[in-house]
């Protein structure tokens, strides 16, 4: 037989190909492009999961084995993992991915960035947000950014690669394209819409997709719900005859349902990540279960 000597050769190129560069990223939307990118040249795996706050993560022991083998580490910048990341890059010993190495991607600073401050920033007491809003992977404009920064990335650090990398982040330009024109038609009769989210994680995929974010059920963000400020969120919703309350996965819902059952507002369970349910595997998956959720609320 010729062939197997044949298929072992290229089952072995494969295989090599496959372990070019190691990537960790802080979350799963991170993973998700680094992958869309680096197809099967890379290995990626991210730290949180798409289903926890990504504020607070467990720094577990077992990622800091992972991060010394990386050679890239991918994250979300703007001290989002500021209560758990730091300590983990520098334990990692691994000279590649400190702060300012060449495979250290902070990538809040390829973006557009909503929510920063104008004066001197004081971290007022229990808000995460100091530096600007983090959660901005939810307009696929950053998205598209961030995996163009990830093509560079990737490029310098295995530049056999290179032109891999240049085609697959075109092949992601042009389906995500495709998905907004797709996102864009499902979300125009929700424009304008006013909701109140639990947490203040979605300023951009709201100035992208045209909702109006007027109130949140966390007195500030990183603070849970007061008594008081539960009563002035009530009242708005009422005054502002909101329908919506947007809340993600990992808070307590009591608050927000006890809202809902006294204003008649609905509450819908989104997902500020991929991962945050199991059929949510990919970037535009991510996006197609937030907008379905929506639009059928909306029609209800
Ligand atoms: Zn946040």
Not at 30 to 48: D, F
Not at 93 to 105: E, F, M, W
Not at 250 to 263: L, M
């Given at each position: 037989?010729?062939?197997?000597?044949?298929?072992?050769?290229?089952?072995?190129?494969?295989?090599?190909?496959?372990?070019?560069?190691?990537?960790?990223?802080?979350?799963?939307?991170?993973?998700?492009?680094?992958?869309?990118?680096?197809?099967?040249?890379?290995?990626?795996?991210?730290i949180?999961?798409?289903?926890?706050?990504?504020?607070?993560?467990?720094a577990?022991?077992?990622?800091?084995?992972?991060?010394?083998?990386?050679?890239?580490?991918?994250?979300?910048g703007?001290?989002?993992?500021?209560?758990?990341?730091?300590?983990?890059?520098?334990?990692?010993?691994?000279?590649?991915?400190?702060?300012?190495?060449?495979?250290?991607?902070?990538?809040?600073?390829?973006?557009?960035?909503?929510?920063?401050?104008?004066?001197?920033?004081?971290?007022?007491?229990?808000?995460?947000?100091?530096?600007?809003?983090?959660?901005?992977?939810?307009?696929?404009?950053?998205?598209?950014?961030?995996?163009?920064?990830?093509?560079?990335?990737?490029?310098?650090?295995?530049?056999?690669?290179?032109?891999?990398y240049?085609?697959?982040?075109?092949?992601?330009?042009?389906?995500?394209?495709?998905?907004?024109?797709?996102?864009?038609?499902?979300?125009?009769?929700?424009?304008?819409?006013?909701?109140?989210?639990?947490h203040n994680?979605?300023?951009?995929?709201?100035?992208?997709?045209?909702l109006?974010?007027?109130?949140?059920?966390?007195?500030?963000?990183?603070?849970?719900?007061?008594?008081?400020?539960?009563?002035?969120?009530?009242?708005?919703i009422?005054?502002?005859?909101?329908?919506?309350?947007l809340?993600?996965?990992?808070?307590?819902?009591?608050?927000?349902?006890?809202?809902?059952?006294?204003?008649?507002?609905?509450?819908?369970?989104?997902?500020?990540?991929?991962?945050?349910?199991?059929?949510?595997?990919d970037?535009?998956?991510?996006?197609?279960?937030n907008?379905?959720?929506?639009?059928?609320?909306?029609?209800?």
């Amino acid at each position: 037989m010729i062939l197997a000597p044949l298929l072992a050769a290229v089952l072995y190129t494969s295989q090599a190909a496959a372990q070019n560069v190691t990537v960790m990223t802080s979350t799963e939307d991170l993973a998700a492009l680094v992958r869309e990118v680096g197809g099967s040249r890379v290995r990626v795996e991210s730290i949180a999961r798409g289903y926890q706050d990504p504020h607070f993560v467990e720094a577990k022991p077992s990622f800091l084995l992972k991060l010394a083998k990386a050679d890239l580490l991918v994250l979300v910048g703007l001290q989002l993992e500021v209560g758990w990341l730091p300590p983990l890059i520098t334990q990692s010993r691994n000279s590649k991915i400190q702060v300012g190495a060449p495979g250290y991607l902070d990538a809040s600073t390829v973006v557009q960035i909503l929510e920063k401050p104008t004066g001197p920033v004081t971290r007022a007491m229990g808000d995460v947000h100091p530096l600007g809003n983090p959660h901005y992977w939810l307009d696929p404009q950053n998205g598209r950014r961030i995996a163009q920064a990830i093509q560079q990335k990737l490029s310098q650090l295995d530049p056999p690669g290179a032109a891999a990398y240049a085609r697959q982040y075109q092949d992601f330009d042009r389906r995500l394209a495709d998905a907004e024109k797709r996102w864009d038609a499902e979300m125009a009769p929700l424009k304008g819409a006013e909701v109140v989210t639990y947490h203040n994680s979605w300023p951009s995929f709201a100035e992208r997709f045209g909702l109006q974010v007027v109130g949140y059920v966390e007195p500030k963000p990183g603070i849970p719900p007061t008594p008081s400020h539960t009563l002035a969120v009530i009242q708005q919703i009422r005054q502002d005859n909101i329908k919506l309350i947007l809340v993600e996965p990992y808070f307590d819902e009591k608050t927000p349902q006890a809202i809902a059952r006294q204003t008649g507002a609905k509450v819908l369970v989104m997902l500020p990540s991929v991962g945050g349910e199991p059929e949510v595997k990919d970037y535009f998956q991510l996006f197609d279960y937030n907008i379905r959720l929506l639009k059928t609320a909306l029609q209800q």
